[in-house]
């Protein structure tokens, strides 16, 4: 495992495709998304080399639904009896996962029934589970964070800002694969429009309150982060007329 931060790790035992995070606070520790199926063991025992116990960790926090962010949350929810948080409306899907669906786009609509038959295959399969706490946009949790609704790629994916230690997990509102800020992939964002507003405001309203994020898909952005978000928010709203970036 890898510390980006004081306290932030990113448990990179379960490969680097989709990243899962540990959080050291005072009462414990925080996973902030957990993985694909069969991804518990190596995120627990990352936690046991750190000194923690399974008990030790006090909420499972998800990001947004997918299998890559939710796959291995039942068995650590089991493994630890840690509270499972997400957003209010992000619950249908933690209940529902069969309700997720490609953007309805032309290329959506074709691989479709091919996402649908998928799902079928053991591996691929993500079991309904009903979280224990529900939150909304500017929620503040105990562990530090900042909950922000950033909709668009799931109706209820969600971010989360650490003001005092200063940085973002930014979840798959922004993805940073092959080292380029963009925003989440067209092909698994319904909602394009609202994922754009949703990195509009993680940029104009909290972008002076973080110098680092890290991704659910990429490497951690450090440094130069306002010159990327407006390079990004430039772009993504340039083809707007009449909005301002
Ligand atoms: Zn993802």
């Keep these: 495992m890898r510390e980006i931060l004081p306290g932030l790790w990113d448990i990179d035992e379960i490969g680097s495709m989709v990243h899962c995070y540990l959080w050291q ?5 925080t996973l902030i998304d957990m993985g694909m199926p069969g991804n518990a063991e190596k995120i627990l025992a990352a936690a046991t080399q750190l000194g923690y116990e399974p008990q ?8 947004h639904a997918d299998i890559d962010h939710v796959g291995s949350l039942k068995a ?16 249908t899907l933690l209940a529902h996962p069969e309700r997720r669906t490609p ?28 979280p224990d706490e529900l939150y909304v946009d500017g929620d503040k949790l105990p562990e530090g964070f900042t909950l922000i609704h950033t909709p668009g790629h799931t109706p209820g994916h969600i971010s989360l800002l650490h003001a ?9 509102a922004l ?16 909602d394009m429009e609202n994922a754009h ?11 002076e309150e973080y110098n680092t994020i890290v991704f659910g898909h990429g490497e951690p952005l450090q440094g130069n982060i306002a010159a990327e978000m407006k390079r990004l928010v ?12």
């Design 25 to 29: 606070w005072q009462e414990g520790i």
């Design 56 to 63: 030790d960790v006090k909420r499972l926090i998800v990001t």
């Design 76 to 91: 650590l929810k089991r493994a630890t009896g840690a509270p499972i948080a997400c957003h209010t409306v992000e619950r």
């Design 103 to 130: 953007a309805r786009t032309p290329l959506g609509m074709v691989i479709t029934p091919l996402f649908a038959l998928a799902r079928l295959a053991p591996a691929l399969r993500v079991e309904p589970i009903l």
């Design 164 to 172: 005092e230690k200063r940085f973002l997990i930014a979840g798959d």
């Design 175 to 190: 993805h940073r694969r092959g080292g380029v800020l963009a925003a989440p992939p067209s092909l698994f964002t319904p």
């Design 197 to 207: 507003r949703s990195i509009w405001k993680l940029w104009k309203k909290y972008g």
């Design 234 to 245: 430039d772009q993504l709203f340039a083809a707007e007329p009449g909005r301002k970036a």
